[in-house]
């Protein structure tokens, strides 16, 4: 099914397709220009490739794209530039101004037009485009940072952060001379943000030309009775891949303690601070919470991201081997008390892992999971995956594929008790992943540990459950967890 990009005039709900036949695997990304009918739009191919066009009622330009680089227009302004986040040139991003009107043949050419605003050894991961400023979001090792600076990217003006905390996704929304954003980590629900801009004070450079105002205060804040640390392990090819551990405060570390690791390794992903209310009955039996950001993510850039993608996919799941073993060795816990789980992509870390090394965890959850790496390409939203993956029909890529699917890799030595959730309305991984691995364990797998499904009928991707849906899944997901990983004298 191919995709069109419309303009709709909503004052009559009519609507006149301008481009037509973009290909299924293409994801449109549309940057108007206020006051106009020109937008930039973006065609990303995954997060790997981007081309950049301009569309305008006298047609649809190209701006760049022979690209083999992500590209993410942010702002197109009345002077005719627009600013993109991209990693055509640093793996850590950066923030550059492009003519709307030119067209770049080649990286050559853009690197020598472009206008560098921003740039950092720190990964630039979102921007918003004020008056007179620009708000530069970083991550440092997975933690958020905010800066802000002038539209030429100078006079820096940190925005003072706590430590471990996130600023939420798309939540940084510019007015002319403010800004806001949501902020969350793992023992505080999120809180909303404004700072607003001295535009005086800026302009004559003062040191602090910022004021800050708390909108909402977060509704839950346990800082008080539980423990947060950032810590690192190494891998077995020697990187240092750094980790999340949330614990009780009273608790005594490498006893061992129940454990349940978090993990998601694809589409440069960064596993950052957040918060979840699950977690705390779990918390206070004891269990300590681990989010490990192994490759495949994106916490030190691309080049991290590409180590653990494609014909690279095998790193991310010995990533988390290492990352497994590492508790075990260090007395952070054992097999008998070790959980894991992930979400999506994050279920295919989960299902490889415990197929590869069932003997390292005691229960693994596996939610909205792609676990059928032969056939993904033919199943919902899998087309538009092919350049994280790899491609099945060809020959190399098979090959690789096959070699970790977890379908056709399913051991059948004593497993851990799982459980596989998915939902009737998932359309972007559809159920039929899930319900195939299930259906394939229960027929096959050895030993006592039960393989668990529960597929939620009005439901999706991760999204639109019902309260009662949501509290339904978790309370399956941590029962497994409980019964798996803590004594009944524990709790």
Not at 70 to 85: A, C, I, N, Q, S
Not at 180 to 205: C, D, G, K, R, Y
Not at 235 to 264: C, H, M, Q, R
Not at 394 to 415: M, Q, V
Request: proline residues 5%; hydrophobic residues 35%; glycine residues 6%.
């Amino acid at each position: 099914m191919k995709k069109s990009i419309d303009y709709y005039d909503l004052s009559t709900d009519e609507s006149t397709t301008v481009v037509d036949g973009i290909a299924q695997r293409l994801w449109p990304q549309i940057v108007p220009q206020k006051g106009t009918d020109n937008a930039i739009v973006a065609l990303h191919d995954g997060t790997n490739r981007t081309e950049l066009y301009h569309l305008s009622q006298s047609g649809f330009d190209p701006i760049y794209v022979e690209s083999e680089s992500h590209f993410r227009p942010v702002k197109y302004t009345d002077l005719g530039e627009f600013y993109v986040l991209t990693d055509v040139q640093s793996s850590t991003y950066e923030l550059l101004s492009l003519s709307a009107s030119e067209t770049y043949p080649d990286k050559a050419s853009l690197q020598a037009s472009s206008k560098h605003i921003l740039q950092s050894d720190r990964i630039l991961r979102d921007v918003s485009v004020l008056d007179d400023h620009v708000v530069g979001h970083y991550q440092k090792n997975a933690n958020s940072r905010l800066t802000v600076y002038n539209r030429s990217g100078r006079f820096a003006q940190p925005v003072e952060l706590p430590d471990y905390c996130t600023l939420m996704a798309n939540s940084l929304a510019a007015s002319p001379n403010a800004f806001v954003f949501n902020l969350t980590s793992f023992v505080t629900s999120p809180s909303t943000i404004e700072i607003q801009v001295n535009q005086t004070a800026a302009e004559s450079n003062s040191d602090n030309y910022l004021s800050k105002t708390v909108i909402n205060e977060p509704a839950l804040d346990y800082q008080s009775e539980f423990e947060v640390e950032q810590c690192w392990f190494s891998a077995d090819d020697g990187a240092e891949i750094p980790f999340f551990i949330v614990y009780k405060e009273d608790i005594e570390l490498k006893t061992p303690n129940p454990a349940l690791i978090n993990v998601y390794g694809g589409f440069g992903v960064t596993m950052t601070p957040s918060f979840d209310r699950f977690i705390f009955p779990f918390l206070r039996n004891g269990g300590i919470y681990l989010q490990p950001n192994i490759r495949g993510g994106g916490v030190f850039g691309e080049s991290w991201h590409r180590q653990g993608m494609q014909e690279q996919k095998q790193r991310t799941f010995d990533d988390t081997i290492n990352f497994a073993e590492y508790l075990i060795e260090n007395n952070y816990t054992n097999s008998e008390k070790l959980a894991i789980t992930g979400e999506s992509n994050g279920g295919l870390t989960v299902g490889a892992t415990v197929m590869q090394r069932p003997d390292l965890f005691s229960a693994a959850i596996c939610e909205v999971p792609l676990l059928d790496m032969i056939r993904f390409n033919q199943i919902g939203l899998g087309e538009t995956w092919v350049s994280e993956y790899g491609n099945p029909n060809e020959k190399d890529a098979y090959r690789n594929l096959k070699s970790y699917s977890p379908y056709h890799n399913i051991n059948e030595a004593e497993h851990p008790t799982m459980l596989f959730r998915t939902a009737i309305g998932d359309t972007r991984v559809l159920p039929c992943h899930a319900w195939k691995m299930a259906a394939r364990m229960q027929s096959k797998a050895q030993g006592d540990s039960p393989v668990l499904l529960r597929t939620t009928e009005n439901a999706g991707h991760g999204v639109g459950t019902s309260t009662h849906g949501e509290l339904t899944n978790e309370l399956d997901k941590w029962t497994v967890i409980f019964e798996s990983v803590i004594s009944s004298d524990e709790f």
